[in-house]
């Protein structure tokens, strides 16, 4: 099937489009990004400023429309942080469902850690053993870790880059000394205080940094560019970005822009991005950590490859492609109608899971019509797979 995975975060809408197959991994099709600004258009009271709603319903519609071109079976359109933690919430996501017809969801922090864990682990496998991941946000970290397909911790803590910087940096530079102590001492108390759930965890094997902010820190301190493709190496090294921090600290947005790495967007939020990974990398004890090129999009798309799996019984894999052409010996009885009207379920459950726990899950996210709106996205359109019922 051909899935869409529409993420609204707090720099940009990002549309991923990926063709699943059972035994396969996602094969990518397209993808799609429009800027939204959402973490500078937040004020200190949590409310998201008018323009930045009008860029969040254009990107959407855009984003909508593209995925209507290429002829997606379902879109799983939802909101991270910026979205979720904001006061006028409800707001944003009537006005964004009136205008385009798209009902964006929200996931917990939790989920978005259990989620981008997954992404990690289909991307090193098994060899990468206890693995403790860490995803840097615009409003949030996510910090898991586990030796399984799930983890057995997945936390989210109020660290994101873009909130960091609206609530404990100045708006002027260069950003003093004690402004920096100050932040990186409240990064870590809470890392401290929410962490105790890994102490009981065996001594990680594979250390990893997801997201575009340990990707673009990665850059700055000496990693491959991006055109170097995704199977480049790329590591963050504690000692080296600690040296960094009082760089940016006497550097303006537009000289921060300029520096290798640091796009233009997420100039302003890269102090504040670099002092939270440095501080979480200390507390945590981790002196390099690699930079895994799949994220949240990402692990999307493997849970629903892995619920698409699950509906299809031994014996009935759906080996044909998008044409319809047998790849050799499908069952004729399973058809990608079929394997559409699954896909939102959960991951499989194991066989001695709890009956209710199966029926709660499946209830969670289910494949629907879009509801009826006065965007041009309404039911039969476009399908979603919203993350609650």
């Not at 869409?4 to 549309?15: E, F, K, N």
């Not at 991006?226 to 790329?234: F, I, S």
Request: a positive charge; hydrophobic letters at 45%.
């Amino acid at each position: 099937m051909r899935l869409g995975v529409l993420d609204v975060g707090s720099q940009s809408a990002h549309l991923c489009i990926a063709d699943l197959a059972p035994g396969c991994p996602p094969e990518p099709v397209t993808s799609f990004k429009r800027p939204v600004r959402l973490a500078e258009a937040t004020d200190r009271h949590g409310v998201i400023e008018p323009e930045a709603i009008k860029r969040v319903v254009a990107a959407v519609t855009e984003a909508a429309a593209v995925a209507e071109a290429h002829g997606i079976d379902a879109m799983v359109p939802f909101a991270t942080s910026a979205i979720r933690d904001a006061a006028n919430r409800p707001a944003v996501l009537a006005e964004v469902e009136d205008a385009t017809g798209v009902r964006l969801t929200f996931m917990t922090g939790e989920e978005e850690a259990r989620l981008t864990y997954l992404a990690a682990r289909g991307w090193y496998g098994w060899s990468a053993g206890e693995m403790l991941l860490l995803d840097i946000g615009g409003g949030s970290m996510e910090i898991a870790c586990g030796s399984r397909a799930e983890p057995a911790v997945a936390l989210s803590v109020p660290l994101g880059a873009g909130r960091l910087t609206r609530h404990h940096l100045p708006d002027t530079t260069p950003v003093r000394k004690r402004d920096v102590k100050a932040l990186r001492q409240f990064v870590r108390t809470v890392i401290s205080e929410t962490v105790e759930e890994l102490r009981d965890r065996p001594e990680p094997l594979t250390r990893v940094g997801t997201s575009r902010t340990f990707a673009q820190l990665a850059r700055l301190t000496g990693a491959p560019k991006a055109k170097a493709g995704p199977y480049a190496e790329r590591v963050l090294d504690r000692e080296r970005l600690r040296t960094w921090v009082p760089r940016l600290a006497a550097r303006s947005d537009a000289e921060r822009a300029r520096l290798r790495g640091i796009s233009a967007a997420r100039a302003h939020q890269a102090l504040a991005g670099a002092v939270v990974a440095e501080t979480a990398m200390e507390v945590l004890g981790i002196e390099r950590l690699r930079v895994c090129p799949w994220a949240l999009r990402e692990g999307v798309l493997l849970d629903r490859l892995r619920a698409l799996e699950a509906d299809l019984a031994p014996g009935r894999v759906d080996r044909r492609d998008r044409s319809g052409e047998e790849r050799g010996g499908a069952d004729p009885g399973v058809t990608m109608a079929s394997a559409n009207a699954s896909v939102g379920a959960p991951v499989g459950a194991p066989a001695n899971a709890s009956a209710g726990a199966s029926a709660n899950a499946a209830a969670s996210a289910s494949v629907r019509a879009l509801p009826a709106g006065r965007g041009r996205y309404g039911p039969g359109r476009l399908h979603t797979v919203p993350w609650t019922s």
